[in-house]
């Protein structure tokens, strides 16, 4: 198993596509409601779906980068603007905050093998024990 996309709805898909490609993603798919795109490195997917209705941001999706320091220098220089500049989280992450024109949440950030491993982990439980 594994994971396909994340959909983040969006007000205005004309702003939101500009500023997705503007953080580094290539773009797949290109409807008047619908967008998808590929991550720079990998094969991983997200897509953007236009909403009328009023949108309610519950929810966070985490883009990361080895070289963050680079990326965010990038990206600034692009028009986007930090909602936090690069900090080391208390859970062994580095990280910075974006929100989209639509107000989503984006967290950019490096955490290498403590991503996976952190020194907190449980040990691995499957469905059905």
Same mark, same amino acid.
């Not at 205005?12 to 490195?41: N, S």
């Not at 953007?48 to 070289?67: G, P, R, V």
């Not at 500049?85 to 290498?112: C, F, Q």
């Given at each position: 198993?594994?994971?396909?996309? *994340?959909?983040?709805? *969006?007000?205005?898909?004309?702003?939101?596509?500009? %500023?997705?490609? &503007?953080?580094? %993603?290539?773009?797949? *798919?290109? /409807?008047?409601?619908?967008?998808?795109?590929?991550?720079?490195?990998?094969?991983?997917? %997200?897509?953007?779906?236009?909403?009328?209705?009023?949108?309610?941001?519950? /929810?966070?999706?985490? %883009?990361?980068?080895?070289?963050?320091?680079?990326?965010?220098?990038?990206?600034?220089? #692009?028009?986007?603007?930090?909602?936090?500049?690069? /900090?080391?989280?208390?859970?062994?992450? #580095?990280?910075?905050?974006?929100?989209?024109?639509?107000?989503? &949440?984006? &967290?950019?950030?490096?955490?290498?093998?403590? #991503?996976?491993?952190?020194?907190?982990? *449980?040990?691995? #439980?499957?469905?059905?024990?």
């Amino acid at each position: 198993m594994n994971l396909n996309q *994340v959909t983040l709805s *969006v007000n205005d898909m004309d702003e939101a596509v500009e %500023f997705y490609l &503007k953080l580094g %993603f290539t773009q797949i *798919v290109e /409807t008047p409601h619908y967008a998808r795109f590929v991550c720079p490195h990998g094969d991983a997917t %997200f897509s953007l779906l236009l909403s009328e209705d009023e949108l309610q941001h519950n /929810t966070t999706i985490y %883009f990361e980068h080895e070289a963050l320091e680079q990326w965010i220098a990038m990206i600034e220089s #692009r028009g986007i603007t930090l909602l936090q500049a690069p /900090t080391d989280e208390p859970y062994l992450w #580095r990280e910075a905050i974006v929100a989209d024109p639509s107000g989503n &949440k984006i &967290k950019l950030y490096w955490a290498g093998e403590n #991503r996976l491993n952190p020194p907190w982990r *449980v040990e691995k #439980r499957y469905a059905g024990e």
